[in-house]
């Protein structure tokens, strides 16, 4: 998929060095994830290998968000199969705050709706992440509610966590 500003494709074996370098391997991007950071390369290595793997089952979509640079800068996911789906992205640091994720989800979001077995697509987030919070608001999801200890956030706390729970769904 093209946006105005970036590519978002599969995964591919290659992207595990800039990925791991400027997101699965940077402790500030994947604070909030459900997953602690990668120690080395080789654990976003066969991440990749796993997404792919999802991909080819219809379990899961990891596209990773490609800029102009054409380096690797993001990770967005839906996860899930039939009527509704689990949206999640990370970005690299040096990307934040130029309205790129809003500009990959809503890409997602619309490529998504248009199967018409879809009717609700949501995501979490973390009650200490607001700028994910109006990510999520800006392209379309509505805040539903807190789920209480619902979550593992590892590089927060070995505790499940408090999360807001936002979706979007047909008409």
Known sequence: MHTTRCLLRKPLPYDAPAL?????GDARVT?????????????????????LARWQRNAARTW???TGDGEAGGLLQLLGQGHSMRLGFALARDLWGRGLASEALAAILDEAFSHRSLYRVEAVSDIDNPRSARTLERVGMQTEGLLRR?????NVSPEPRDVLLHAKVRP
Do not use: C, K, M, N
């Open 31 to 51: 604070r909030y994830l459900g997953w602690a950071a990668h120690a080395e390369p080789a654990q976003t290595q066969r991440q990749i290998s796993h997404d």
């Open 150 to 154: 619902y979550i593992l956030h590892p």
């Open 20 to 24: 791991f370098a400027r997101v699965s």
């Open 64 to 66: 990773v968000l490609v």
